[in-house]
């Protein structure tokens, strides 16, 4: 078990945003999570980071409990997260933004990890000595990506990775993910509003609403499950 | 022109020690977004570390000069990095996450708490040092004027000079300037990359308050005497400094740091010397009405 979230409530101020979540990701699953806007999804993320600290329940990671530990030592501990809006450092160049992503790994790995990212997307090697903030916004999706990737993380978060990019960024980020897991077996939790892409590429899917998991299930059968497809799929999301 | 010449050096040191103290006023707004009001106080505990240290060197009978001001320095660096790292752990740190203002008020009772405090230890009187470094180089023997720049401005010059390039080539440079810069720009993210920033910040602290001891050992050397009050004055011109070079930016303190050193020293020399306090202050107001963001600094844009 990579991953196990038990009844894990979490406040935002005074809203209550996750009202007893129970989520599990398994060793080399890609597991989506979808849901509209507010439902609690990135608030979920960032729960498993302790920003903000679950209010209750459990939160397990790779067999120890992570509930009440600081979020830089959750990260020190394997979990990078590619956040919603991409938050790269926009006044630091490409290649310091993907330095950042080994404040905690070992340095012997950096030559072959920068490679890694630059074998995956060119454009940042083309581009490392650019500010990030000139980027494009799919050129900073890339980035993000690459930035996590750096600390060789054991659970990869990805949160609305495709939100607000051209299709032919999108078409790219649904592959890259796609490669991590087959290639790399890297386990992935995705969040994401093109329920339709995420379903297809994910082994499992949770469906949230109003900070409560009301479906859960194979990316197949929920695919195929009238509430997911009447919610999320024909409501022109997809 | 031989008057001004000498303007110009006395004004070159004494932008070099505005320009120390600022760096600690910008490099904290910087990463934590407020004006730590304090820090002119950490500058003028510093002196006083410095005045003592020097004191025990006298008692000891060390005379060699190069000796003393390295022990000074080191002893003074190494207690006011410790005040800078108190100051934040119990007056700020406890208030991180709430309102803008209250760690500003923080700040002002702090200041005030430092001064009282010397005052009380150390007396309210001026403390004179012996001369530490006396003489200096003949540049030009004009008629009826004599330029001169002193060994103890020299000193003062070449150090910030060192130290300044040191510090820029540590926070552009090396990891942990990396994840300052980090911190800055993005403290959740920086956490989220396994950024230690509380530690980032501490070490933020840490580091204006040891600029701010060599500017303050400085201080000690060149002008010899020190009092209680001195981190007041001081502090509010090295904040215009960093102001007028541009909050936040690292480049824009060292400027302006030089800029109101110069202004200062030649507004006493040609204006009203009586006034020369003015001359920063209206600066102050000026750079607030007309250019916010200073020199070098970026406009505000709001975080959402």
């Known amino acids: 078990m990579m991953l196990k979230m038990e009844g894990v409530h979490a406040h935002y101020g005074h809203i209550h945003a996750l009202r007893g979540i129970d989520v599990e990701v398994q060793v080399g699953e890609i597991v989506t999570l979808i849901g509209a806007n507010g439902a609690g999804k990135s608030t979920l993320m960032m729960s498993l980071f302790g920003n903000p600290k679950a209010s209750a329940g459990r939160i397990v990671f790779d067999g120890e409990d992570i509930t009440r530990v600081h979020t830089h030592e959750i990260a020190r501990r394997g979990i990078a997260l590619v956040p919603e809006g991409r938050r790269i450092f926009p006044r630091m160049t490409v290649i310091e933004n993907l330095q950042m992503g080994t404040a905690h790994a070992d340095p012997a790995n950096y030559a072959a990890d920068t490679a890694r990212v630059f074998a995956m997307f060119p454009i940042l090697q083309e581009r490392q000595a650019q500010r990030a903030g000139t980027l494009s916004g799919g050129e900073q999706q890339m980035l993000a990506i690459g930035r996590a990737l750096m600390s060789r993380p054991k659970l990869l978060l990805l949160d609305e990775p495709s939100l607000g990019l051209a299709p032919i960024y999108i078409r790219k980020i649904f592959q890259i993910v796609r490669e991590l897991n087959r290639d790399h077996g890297m386990t992935i939790l995705l969040v994401e509003q093109n329920a339709n892409q995420a379903l297809r590429v994910a082994d499992r899917g949770y469906v949230l609403q109003h900070g409560e998991i009301t479906l859960a299930g194979t990316g197949a059968e929920l695919l195929a499950s009238p509430e997911v497809r009447a919610a999320y799929l024909e409501g022109g999301h997809a | ?304």
Not at chain 2, 138 to 157: D, Y
Not at chain 2, 187 to 206: E, K, P, W
Request: with cysteine; hydrophobic share 55%.
């Open chain 2, 1 to 304: 022109m031989a008057y001004a010449l000498q303007q110009l050096i006395n004004g070159l040191t004494l932008g070099a020690m505005y320009g120390l103290i600022a760096i600690g006023y910008t490099m904290v707004y910087g990463i934590i977004g407020m004006i730590n009001f304090a820090h002119g106080d950490i500058f003028m505990v510093s002196a006083f570390i410095a005045v003592t240290a020097f004191t025990i060197l006298a008692a000891a009978d060390v005379t060699s000069i190069p000796l003393a001001l390295t022990f000074v320095l080191i002893v003074s660096i190494f207690f006011t990095s410790a005040y800078g790292w108190a100051v934040e752990r119990t007056a700020y740190r406890p208030l991180r996450g709430s309102t803008r203002l209250a760690p500003l008020i923080s700040a002002i009772g702090m200041s005030i708490f430092l001064q009282n405090s010397v005052q009380l230890t150390q007396g309210a009187r001026v403390k004179p040092i012996p001369p530490v470094l006396e003489g200096g180089i003949v540049l030009w023997e004009a008629p009826g004027f004599t330029v001169q720049i002193g060994w103890s401005q020299m000193l003062i010059i070449v150090t910030t000079v060192i130290l300044m390039s040191a510090f820029t080539w540590m926070i552009t440079q090396t990891p942990f300037g990396r994840q300052q810069r980090a911190c800055e720009q993005d403290r959740t993210m920086a956490a989220l990359l396994g950024v230690n920033v509380d530690r980032t910040i501490s070490y933020t602290f840490m580091l204006g308050a040891a600029l701010a001891a060599v500017a303050g050992v400085m201080v000690t050397v060149y002008y010899g005497v020190v009092d209680f009050f001195i981190g007041f004055l001081a502090g509010i011109k090295a904040f215009t400094a960093a102001v007028l070079g541009g909050i936040g930016s690292l480049p824009g303190a060292m400027l302006g740091g030089l800029l109101i050193g110069l202004i200062e020293s030649f507004w006493a020399a040609y204006l009203w010397a009586e006034y020369k306090d003015v001359a920063t202050f209206g600066i102050l107001c000026l750079v607030l009405m007309l250019r916010p963001s200073g020199l070098l600094g970026r406009p505000e844009v709001e975080k959402v």
